[in-house]
């Protein structure tokens, strides 16, 4: 019985995605809007991605440029790869859990507000060199 546990760590590892990333989550900002900005920066070389957010007027910008730093650091750190030859290969915001709030209306009615919160998430890999 342990060693079909075994075969399945060894299966899980092999098809493991290598690729640095990293993931911010619970971050208090609607996912459509983290959307926008990092819309901007997939696809893009980091040192392209990191000179977009520090230009871009957005308050999605400051969370999504510290995922980006972790993801370059983690690459960096953990599977020693230069920051030089890293792009954005991935990134996206998925929904997080809701706050639920009221806010009071006219005739003693309520209204319902909806406080959205994201998970960040920024994938990098290394670019292939073309000969």
Do not use: W
């Not at 995605?17 to 996912?31: F, G």
């Amino acid at each position: 019985m342990a060693t079909r546990e075994r075969e399945k760590a060894a299966k899980r590892l092999a098809n493991k995605d290598m690729r640095p990333k990293a993931v911010a989550k619970y971050i208090r900002i609607s996912p459509k809007k983290v959307q926008l900005v990092i819309n901007l920066i997939r696809g893009k070389s980091v040192a392209e991605a990191k000179a977009i957010l520090l230009n871009t007027q957005r308050a999605a910008c400051e969370p999504v440029l510290k995922v980006l730093n972790s993801a370059v650091a983690n690459a960096e750190n953990n599977l020693e790869l230069s920051k030089d030859t890293l792009y954005v290969a991935e990134a996206y915001a998925n929904q997080g859990p809701t706050l639920k709030r009221f806010q009071p209306r006219a005739r003693g009615r309520a209204m319902q507000i909806l406080k959205r919160s994201s998970h960040i998430t920024v994938i990098l890999d290394e670019v292939k060199e073309v000969k």
